[in-house]
């Protein structure tokens, strides 16, 4: 089992940065593969991004590619989301969550623990 929450987010201009946190707590949080997804008003759940727990290997939405940069620090428990050249289409409710199956999935159906969310709001 893993807790998960999110901190990090709030308000930015257009073109600028926020780097997004995920303070994780459970045994087994470092053979969890971790998601970011966000979520706008209306809209469905919509993955950002991932991360494996062994070769740390990665997997971005294609529109965020070059922008955002997902990590994580094991021995802090801390998964990040570094965001760069925010626009404002990237405001929702950013998500973090744990995926323990033993493929990767951008699917929010095949997450099992979700965090409470962080509103980030990118102005024009």
């Known amino acids: 089992q893993v807790q998960l929450v999110e901190s990090g987010g709030g308000l930015v201009q257009a073109g600028g940065s926020l780097r997004l946190s995920c303070a994780a707590s459970?045994?087994?949080?470092?053979?969890?593969?971790m998601g970011w997804f966000r979520q706008a008003p209306g809209k469905e759940r919509e993955f950002v991004a991932r991360i494996t727990y062994g070769s740390g290997s990665t997997y971005y939405l294609n529109s965020v590619k070059g922008r955002f940069t997902i990590s994580r620090d094991n021995a802090k428990n801390t998964v990040y989301l570094q965001m760069n050249s925010l626009k404002p289409e990237d405001t929702a409710v950013y998500y973090c969550?744990?995926?323990?199956?033993?493929?990767?999935?951008?699917?929010?159906?095949?997450?099992?623990?979700w965090g409470q969310g962080t509103q980030v709001t990118v102005s024009s």
């Open positions: 969550a744990a995926d323990s199956s033993l493929y990767g999935s951008s699917s929010h159906r095949d997450y099992d623990y």
């Open positions: 459970g045994r087994t949080f470092s053979r969890y593969t």
